[in-house]
């Protein structure tokens, strides 16, 4: 897909347009879910910048696309031909990459606060790993 406007060109009326032509509120469900989502991919975003791991920096990157495809999905109500959807073959391998991850990783004992730098903010990475 190329696109060659930033804009919509349709005012603020307080809503946002969706994949099928309708308009909800921006204050809506909908649409904060799919702030949410945006922001995460933010975070990851941030924490691909951070780290220098090739295999989670692959990961990453399927991470932040398969986010895209759940934040298409999210704006596009009912049947649409054609639209991105999340399939279950997305989230097993999800589900298998935080597995995989977690197994690597001493048992938590607490909870962690994230800080010191910005992969350790991002995704909690210790400081030593980046």
């Known amino acids: 897909m190329k696109l060659t406007k930033i804009y919509t060109r349709t005012g603020d009326q307080g809503t946002a347009g969706l994949v099928d032509g309708s308009r909800v509120s921006k204050s809506s469900l909908r649409m904060t879910a799919i702030g949410e989502i945006d922001e995460a991919n933010a975070t990851v975003g941030l924490a691909m910048a951070a780290l220098r791991f090739s295999d989670v920096l692959g990961k990453l990157i399927r991470i932040q696309n398969d986010l895209f495809d759940l934040g298409a999905d999210v704006a596009t109500p009912g049947e649409v ?16 990459e935080i597995d995989e991850m977690n197994s690597q990783l001493q048992p938590l004992n607490s909870f962690i606060l994230p800080s010191g730098s910005p992969p350790v903010f991002a995704m909690g990475v210790p400081p030593s790993e980046c």
């Open 81 to 96: 031909d054609g639209a991105l959807r999340i399939i279950a073959g997305q989230v097993t391998r999800l589900e298998q």
